[in-house]
Antibody, heavy 120, light 111 residues
């Protein structure tokens, strides 16, 4: 059974770049059956899709974040990563990585989430 | 301001049937599948319904989804205390570049 685990700094200074990694275990990130996504949730608020990547490297991003987001994949490490530049306090949130099933289009497996606070 | 509109709260007593609505537009719900996720307190969301009305294995048949035009609904029958959670609808939106939009979430309280 595939499992996802987010990792990265829990505190980022304003104007800097937020960097997170999602490690895939129990399966290959290159299996071809999944897209790999990032989703975030500010405290007490709803979910916001950030973007996704396929193992070929093709990406889709939320238009509201596109200018600041880069999602990449490292198949040798079975990981995919998120970089969000020029962060502000509004980027403080729990960040989830999730797999998107190619057939159903659903976020069917989620990481436990990691809290990132933007503060000086 | 979420692209998909959900009521912020819903409630019911054990055994009751409750429905949660999700309203969108022609660029999202009107032309794409709807998904529903359940988020228990302090946990990651869990897939509840995919492709409008399909249940993943392990999801009880008390949960059902439907879609009509630019709106969708999640129905929960035989309400149980463990159903108390936040529920989110989601769909792809084709208005700009293709991207996923979520509803603002509905907090379900079991009285």
């Amino acid at each position: 059974q595939v499992q996802l685990q987010e990792s990265g700094p829990g505190l980022v200074k304003p104007s800097q770049t937020l960097s997170l990694t999602c490690t895939v275990s129990g399966g290959s990130i290159s299996s071809g059956s999944y897209y790999w996504s990032w989703i975030r949730q500010p405290a007490g608020k709803g979910l916001e899709w950030i973007g996704r990547i396929y193992t070929s490297g093709s990406t889709n991003y939320n238009p509201s974040l596109k200018s600041r987001v880069t999602i990449s994949v490292d198949t040798s490490k079975n990981q995919f990563s998120l970089k969000l530049s020029s962060v502000t306090a509004a980027d403080t949130a729990v960040y989830y990585c999730a797999s998107t099933d190619w057939v159903t289009g659903a976020f069917d497996i989620w990481g436990q989430g990691t809290m990132v606070t933007v503060s000086s | 301001q979420s692209v998909l509109t959900q009521p912020p709260s819903a409630s019911g007593t054990p055994g009751q049937r409750v429905t949660i609505s999700c309203s969108g537009s022609s660029s999202n719900i009107g032309s794409n599948y709807v998904y529903w996720y359940q988020q228990l307190p302090g946990t990651a969301p869990k897939l509840l319904i995919y492709r409008n009305n399909q249940r993943p294995s392990g999801v009880p048949d008390r949960f059902s989804g439907s879609k009509s035009g630019t709106s969708a609904s999640l129905a929960i029958s035989g309400l149980r205390s463990e159903d108390e959670a936040d529920y989110y609808c989601a769909a792809w939106d084709d208005s700009l570049s293709a991207y996923v939009v979520f509803g603002g979430g509905t907090k379900l309280t079991v009285l």
